[in-house]
């Protein structure tokens, strides 16, 4: 049998009030969120809960613990990592982002946090934004690593065509 758990509820948020704000369509980006603590109201455990809502018990504990922190409101933020309404790329957004890699000017996952903070004001980690790229079927070059031995005045040579000089000479 699963551990209950112990949830110090805030006045007035009650299984009546979250169900109401889980049914607001404007509460859409936190619906996850909303639904784990309406069930959990209701008395299921997290691992009822995260179960019947199918995500994963320490997500549904990590919810948990934003409600502890900070109450409904703190639920109903969006949260630094990528959750929430105001850092998600819309359709259209995520189809001038593949347009905007078929150019070609933009080759590494932080070249393209950069681009989509100054085109679209979201924030994206490096990391986070690999996931989110993976079931769009994106992917990105990764920058080959350097030798802690090599020269960086070699390297910078080499972009600049040396290479081509080089085998000209040879010829």
Known sequence: MARPIEIKWRSGDTAALL????????????????????????????SEASSVLNIKY??????????????????????????????????EQWEQLKEHLRLGTTRTARMLVTWIQSTF???????YLRQRLKPKGIVLKVPRPYSNKSDRAERAAWKKGASKKLSQNVS
Do not use: C, K, M
């Open 19 to 46: 169900l109401r704000r889980l049914e607001d369509p404007n509460n859409e980006p936190f619906r996850e969120r909303l639904h784990l603590l309406w069930r959990l109201r209701l008395g299921d455990s997290v």
């Open 58 to 91: 320490r997500t549904a504990s990590r919810y948990v613990q934003i409600y502890r922190n900070g109450g409904l409101s703190a639920i109903l933020t969006p949260s630094a990592h990528g959750g929430g309404a105001s850092d998600r790329l819309s359709d």
């Open 121 to 127: 004001n979201v924030t994206y980690s490096v990391e």
